[in-house]
Nanobody
Framework: QVQLVESGGGLVQTGDSLRLSCVFS????????MAWFRQAPGKEREFVAG????????QLTDSVKGRFTISRDNRKNTVYLQMNSLKPEDTAVYYC???????????????????WGQGTQVTVSS
């Protein structure tokens, strides 16, 4: 019964900030690579940010570099996505995912990830 639960989404205005949280339980994931994806209506689910098991390496998609930061606190079984300077094009459902086969490699494709949260809605108005 592996479970990933996202929280922190909401409705904000352009330029505002949000911090998303993903709490995992049911099996140890503190030594696994994890990531955030997002999916807007009518579009494919896309990679946003990834982090290695101990937070030593992170990767962000080009459209969010300089604005978003991914981090984790394994003592709290939690992964975070800090989102600053939000834009309307950031509007999407944001999903947390875990790759049980990887601890030091960050994969970019959704097929690589084994467990997913239910998603949290982020809406950015003009």
């Amino acid at each position: 019964q592996v479970q990933l639960v996202e929280s922190g989404g909401g409705l904000v205005q352009t330029g505002d900030s949000l911090r998303l949280s993903c709490v995992f339980s049911g099996r140890p994931l503190s030594n696994k690579a994890m990531a955030w994806f997002r999916q807007a209506p009518g579009k494919e689910r896309e990679f946003v940010a990834g982090i290695t098991w101990n937070g030593g390496t992170t990767q962000l998609t080009d459209s969010v570099k300089g604005r978003f930061t991914i981090s984790r606190d394994n003592r709290k079984n939690t992964v975070y996505l800090q989102m600053n300077s939000l834009k309307p094009e950031d509007t999407a459902v944001y999903y947390c995912a875990a790759d049980v086969n990887t601890m030091t490699i960050i994969n970019y494709y959704r097929q690589s990830y084994d467990y997913w949260g239910q998603g949290t809605q982020v809406t950015v108005s003009s």
